[in-house]
């Protein structure tokens, strides 16, 4: 079966997924390279802040709301982004908590790449796109290098 082609509405969300990947990369290598768990996090936590929390709210009022509330889809897609924002908010800032931060964030983004935004695409109709693509236009992707840990 072949992949379905993003609507160029959703390609700018898709896009800041693929921010989020190297987020959840970034943390890996850092693990790996016994880099101080509080300078992963304090890039990882800059990141929640800058990126992911805008993120999520867009897809909250914008995307999710394109299926009915009560889909197992959006269920789930919104209990990610709680158990994401609740790692975050976590002040237990270790190598473990970062992993399962890592791990959380790359499997919530590939169900939502891989399976959420087809179904939201098939059932979309051209108005809710169009008006998709009207609020949300990624901006040029700011990273923080003041300390590129995983270097």
Do not use: C
């Not at 072949?2 to 693990?31: F, V, Y």
């Not at 964030?105 to 939502?112: A, G, P, Q, V, W």
């Amino acid at each position: 079966m072949k992949p379905l082609k993003r609507h160029k509405a959703l390609q700018p969300l898709s896009r800041e997924h693929h921010h989020g990947l190297l987020l959840a990369w970034k943390i890996r290598i850092g693990i790996e390279k016994n880099i101080e768990p509080k300078r992963i996090y304090q890039y990882a936590n800059w990141f929640y802040k800058t990126h992911l929390t805008p993120h999520f709210k867009m897809e909250e009022l914008y995307v999710f709301t394109i299926l009915e509330e009560s889909n197992e889809l959006i269920k789930q897609a919104l209990n990610d982004h709680v158990t994401i924002s609740d790692l975050f908010e976590n002040t237990a800032v270790d190598g473990k908590t970062l992993s399962v931060i890592a791990e959380t964030l790359d499997n919530h983004i590939r169900f939502e790449e891989r399976v959420l935004f087809p179904e939201i695409q098939e059932v979309a109709t051209e108005i809710q796109l169009i008006q998709i693509e009207k609020i949300h236009q990624s901006d040029a992707f700011e990273d923080n290098l003041s300390d590129e840990f995983w270097k």
